[in-house]
């Protein structure tokens, strides 16, 4: 039977239902890509988490059949690389796009609301801080979703529910295929940027970020900004810039470039930013989404019934 790599954290569910099916299973716990890379010589399977796959490891990788992304992104992954061998790499269905939008949801709540400061102000004071006023309303603010997919789309449909008035910048959506609803496209991103009180990214991560220092230049004073995507899509050392400056009056960012992000990261000096490890999509249900997910994707594969829609590469694989 196939064997299994499985390299980075995996819900138990997911190593069960591999055995289940008969496969042998590896698990390397750690998240980089030294720590897997000596053991792919073996794997008929790899299962990866965030971690790159490099053209160096995938050539150690003499049975490789198929890899799967315990997820959904795969900017880490080689892509090229495994075309050029014609494995084909999956990913998981709509396992976590509604875990992602929760959390950007509760970073813009918490950005908005000094959820930071006021806890400090009552565990260490003063209490007083209440009278300075920073706590800001959403109700009737304009929040900008940048990246229109499924999570930009949820995160949408939730802030609505607090009568925020909404749009979207995803040049990657024609207008004749917008979205039916409310929510109207923002074709110009630096208008939309200084139309916007709250920005929140959803969008793929390019070869440069999205926003930089023109993007920050181009906001309004006391802007929020939410980064639940990718790291580098935001310029962090900018955002830092924006938020001495007030250009920035608050931010949540899940997501840095590289993670984790440095001991003296300039972000942690900021009482008014909200920081977490790149946890947006991993709460415990999407994890065990994931894990069954992907797991289900390696014993498809191998009994000649892949999802062909979950096959990011199908046009350079024979399936």
């Known amino acids: 039977m196939p064997h299994v790599l499985v390299?980075?954290?995996?819900?138990p569910s997911g190593q069960t239902l591999l055995k289940d099916a008969g496969h042998t299973v590896h698990h390397i716990p750690d998240i980089t890509e030294e720590s897997y890379a000596p053991f792919v010589d073996g794997a008929d399977a790899l299962i990866i988490r965030t971690q790159p796959?490099?053209?160096?490891?995938?050539?150690?990788?003499?049975?490789?059949?198929?890899?799967c992304r315990h997820g959904v992104g795969y900017d880490a992954v080689d892509v090229p690389a495994l075309n050029a061998?014609?494995?084909?790499?999956?990913?998981?269905?709509?396992?976590?796009?509604?875990?992602?939008?929760?959390?950007?949801?509760?970073?813009?709540l918490a950005a908005s609301k000094r959820v930071?400061?006021?806890d400090a102000s009552v565990r260490h004071g003063p209490w007083k801080w209440r009278n300075s006023l920073e706590s800001q309303d959403l109700r009737g603010?304009?929040?900008?979703?940048?990246?229109?997919?499924?999570?930009?789309r949820h995160t949408a449909n939730m802030m609505a529910?607090?009568?925020?008035?909404?749009?979207?910048?995803?040049p990657y959506i024609t207008a004749e295929n917008w979205p039916e609803g409310p929510v109207q496209p923002a074709p110009d991103l630096h208008e939309a940027l200084a139309w916007a009180d709250v920005v929140s990214v959803?969008?793929?991560?390019?070869?440069?970020?999205l926003i930089d220092r023109a993007e920050f230049d181009a906001?309004?004073?006391g802007t929020i900004v939410v980064n639940t995507a990718r790291g580098g899509i935001v310029n962090e050392l900018a955002l830092a810039e924006a938020l001495k400056s007030g250009r920035v009056g608050a931010a949540g960012i899940d997501v840095f470039d590289p993670e984790p992000p440095a001991e003296a990261h300039p972000l942690k000096g900021f009482d008014q930013v909200i920081l977490s490890p790149h946890i947006a999509g991993v709460t415990d249900g999407a994890s065990q989404r994931m894990a069954t997910g992907s797991a289900q994707n390696v014993i498809d594969f191998f009994n000649g019934k892949p999802d062909l829609s979950l096959v990011v590469n199908r046009a350079h694989t024979i399936l």
């Open 7 to 11: 390299a980075g954290n995996m819900h």
């Open 53 to 67: 796959l490099s053209a160096e490891t995938l050539a150690r990788a003499g049975k490789l059949a198929i890899v």
């Open 85 to 108: 061998r014609g494995i084909p790499l999956m990913v998981c269905g709509d396992v976590n796009s509604y875990s992602v939008a929760e959390h950007a949801c509760m970073m813009i």
């Open 116 to 118: 930071l400061r006021a």
């Open 141 to 152: 603010r304009n929040l900008l979703i940048l990246g229109f997919g499924r999570i930009g």
């Open 161 to 170: 529910g607090f009568g925020m008035t909404i749009r979207a910048h995803d």
């Open 202 to 209: 959803s969008a793929p991560k390019s070869d440069r970020p």
């Open 219 to 221: 906001m309004r004073d």
